[in-house]
Structure formats: structure tokens, C-alpha cells
Nanobody, 124 residues
Framework: QVQLVESGGGLVQAGGSLRLSCTAS????????VGWFRQAPGKEREFVAA????????YYADSVKGRFTISRDNAKNTVYLQMNSLKPEDTAVYYC?????????????????WGQGTQVTVSS
């Protein structure tokens, strides 16, 4: 079992920055991919970014490419999502998730473990 805890959400003005953290416990993530997803009210949960723990390959949604950066800290078993140049449309609950499956990492149904989510609100 993997337990995930997100932190770092909050209220920020458009153009500002936030860094989200996702800390895992229960087992190391050496054979996992970790993804960030977000869900705004009335909308589907959408892929934001993912990182393969082994090797560190990263993937981004087009909507955040160039603004968001996903990274990991092996020693802390933690994944970060640095969000810059935030826009009001980035407002959502952000979730981190982990999976060991060999499957499309952009699809939320392919993830087995989820955190509780953290709210990000960007004011205009």
C-alpha cells in the first residue's frame, strides 16, 4: 500500500506561483509513476503532469507546459509540482496519484493510489 499526502495549495493572484508537495509513505516509489491531476467544479478530472520515479522522465499537459515543473526528491520520497505564471483557469483541487502499472500515465483510471487533494485558487 502507498499513502500519499499533498500540501502546498492556497490562494494566489494571477501570475503568481505555488509549489505543491506529494509525500509518499508505505513503500518507496522506485517502480512507480507519480502523476498530478486536477479537478475543477463541474469538470472531469484532468491530467496535469507525471514523472517516472526511475529515470525521471516527465510528461505535461499542453495547458501547463512551460509553466509547471514536476520533480522528485528520492531521499524524501516526495514529488513536487512547481506552478508558475498561474492563471484563474488553473483553479482546481489538485491530486497526486501513483501507479506501478504499465499504462497511459495521462489517464486517471490507470492510477491505484490517490492523495486527498489540495485546493489551488487563482484570483484574477
Amino acid at each position: 500500500q502507498v499513502q500519499l499526502v499533498e500540501s502546498g495549495g492556497g490562494l494566489v493572484q494571477a501570475g503568481g506561483s505555488l509549489r505543491l508537495s506529494c509525500t509518499a509513505s508505505g513503500r518507496t516509489l522506485s517502480n512507480y509513476a507519480v502523476g498530478w491531476f486536477r479537478q475543477a467544479p463541474g469538470k472531469e478530472r484532468e491530467f496535469v503532469a507525471a514523472i517516472f520515479w526511475s529515470g525521471g522522465s516527465t510528461y505535461y499537459a499542453d495547458s501547463v507546459k512551460g509553466r509547471f515543473t514536476i520533480s522528485r526528491d528520492n531521499a524524501k520520497n516526495t514529488v513536487y509540482l512547481q506552478m508558475n505564471s498561474l492563471k484563474p483557469e488553473d483553479t482546481a483541487v489538485y491530486y497526486c496519484a501513483a501507479t506501478s502499472r504499465v499504462a497511459d500515465r495521462t489517464v486517471h483510471r490507470n492510477y491505484d493510489y490517490w492523495g486527498q487533494g489540495t485546493q489551488v485558487t487563482v484570483s484574477s
